[in-house]
């Protein structure tokens, strides 16, 4: 499902996000409820930090393919948090892009369609490497295809693994060991 987006198609997404939180915001505000409205713009806040350092690690195709997934009609949703990051990130992005369009893919084709699916993405590195959490909170209907796709991807990332620690609640670990490269 990658797109390439033109900046109109951008930038109308984009208002069309913003228009619906100030709506939100405003229609707390109309309701009394200001510590709801306050929450919100916390809230935004604290995404638009996010935001801007996916922005600034150096990784532009993988950035927006993050930042415009929940624009293109998949089957689930991505929220990320970004830990402890260097300023770049020494991992190549097209390879990046690449694998993570196509876990996105294969996911999208696993679980069950109108389902409030989400895929909360955590990216942290230490001395040794890079680490991408996937934590994947939805039905999956096709688990053994996702799996062996996951798998038989022994190149890159470095190492994964894939673990269901609740009824719908899986764990995606992939590990990135490129760190000095």
Not at 24 to 29: A, D, Q, R, S
Not at 105 to 131: D, G, M, Q, W
Request: glycine share 4%; proline share 3%; hydrophobic share 40%.
């Amino acid at each position: 499902m990658s797109k390439n987006w033109t900046i109109l198609e951008t930038l109308k997404y984009a208002r069309h996000d913003w228009l619906n939180r100030l709506q939100l915001i405003k229609g707390n505000i109309s309701l009394g409820k200001t510590e709801q409205a306050e929450r919100i713009m916390d809230e935004i806040v604290m995404e638009m930090q996010q935001e801007a350092m996916l922005s600034n690690i150096e990784l532009p195709r993988f950035a927006e393919i993050l930042l415009t997934h929940n624009w293109n009609g998949y089957h689930f949703i991505v929220e990320y948090e970004l830990v402890t990051l260097p300023k770049k990130l020494p991992l190549n992005d097209d390879l990046l892009t690449e694998w993570t369009s196509n876990f996105f893919e294969h996911l999208n084709k696993a679980v069950l369609p109108f389902y409030e699916n989400c895929l909360f993405v955590k990216i942290e590195s230490t001395e040794e490497t890079i680490r991408f959490l996937f934590e994947f909170n939805g039905i999956i209907e096709n688990e053994t295809e996702l799996k062996n796709w996951l798998q038989s991807n022994d190149k890159y990332p470095d190492q994964i693994s894939f673990d269901q620690v609740g009824e719908n609640d899986w764990l995606i670990e992939a590990l990135f060991y490129q760190v000095n490269g």
